[in-house]
């Protein structure tokens, strides 16, 4: 057997073997919680920009778009701009792979792959800082809430042009709000790319875990994505995700447990 395809079997059979590990497993639930004490998730940036994600989350989106290799990304919540840094940086690197492997030389002025970012207050120093960006060229950003009508249109407009398309939800996470994202983006992910839900988590953590927000346990985006996916399936219908169990069987702590979603059909 080749040795890569060796490895990989290797590394399929330990994420296995974690996933089974209940004990191991649910250590994460209490790591979250004491993290969250410490507002520990605001500590990391990436290219120079705050990305307000925990590493283990940052590093399996990397795997993700690696793996699906997306057009284009769609991203509501920016904040600092972190997240939209990171994504237009993974598709820079894609197109410049692409570049390399057709054995010609990428073209600056052509911007290839994009990553749109939706907000419904886009601060002007977080503005500033991503236009200010290298990676500014691959940003799209739009201002405004992510369900208003006029917005969703003009995201299906932009994502009318592109092949295949990944998603992040990351705005507000109340259940109304992130049910109204899904029913308005998910079905723009394409068949073997994900709708990553962020934040899933807090339907984990104890009833006192959020005290300045309006979401909470039983009203959050766990709550959202488990309604959208029952949603589905009583339709019928093209429209088919997974839970894609297996990132968080890899990277055990996650702020998004159940919040990695497949679109399968």
Request: proline letters at 3%.
């Amino acid at each position: 057997m080749d040795e890569n395809r060796k490895f990989e079997l290797f590394v399929q059979n330990n994420v296995k073997k974690i996933g089974e590990d209940l004990s191991f497993m649910n250590l994460s639930n209490n790591w979250i919680r004491e993290a969250g004490g410490h507002q520990y998730a605001y500590n990391f940036s990436w290219l120079g920009r705050p990305i307000i994600q925990i590493p283990q989350d940052i590093y399996a989106v990397q795997e993700l778009v690696w793996r699906v290799k997306p057009d284009l990304i769609i991203e509501t919540g920016i904040a600092h701009g972190g997240s939209l840094i990171m994504s237009a940086s993974m598709l820079a690197l894609l197109d410049y792979c692409d570049a390399v492997e057709a054995g010609t030389v990428l073209d600056p002025k052509v911007v290839g792959r994009k990553v749109v970012g939706v907000d419904i207050d886009i601060r002007a120093h977080n503005r500033k800082a991503i236009e200010a960006h290298p990676m500014a060229h691959k940003i799209e950003m739009i201002q405004g809430s992510s369900i208003d009508p006029e917005v969703v249109t003009q995201v299906k407009n932009l994502a009318s042009k592109y092949k295949r398309i990944m998603v992040f939800l990351d705005s507000n996470h109340t259940h109304e709000h992130v049910l109204a994202e899904l029913e308005a983006y998910a079905e723009l992910t394409t068949v073997g790319s994900y709708c990553v839900v962020w934040d899933s988590g807090l339907e984990d953590m104890p009833e006192d875990f959020v005290i300045d927000r309006p979401w909470g346990k039983g009203n959050n985006p766990k709550t959202a994505l488990l309604e959208y996916l029952d949603r589905c399936e009583r339709r019928g219908g093209n429209i088919r995700f997974e839970i894609d169990k297996q990132i968080e069987h890899k990277i055990v702590l996650s702020a998004s447990w159940d919040g990695f979603l497949k679109r399968i059909d």
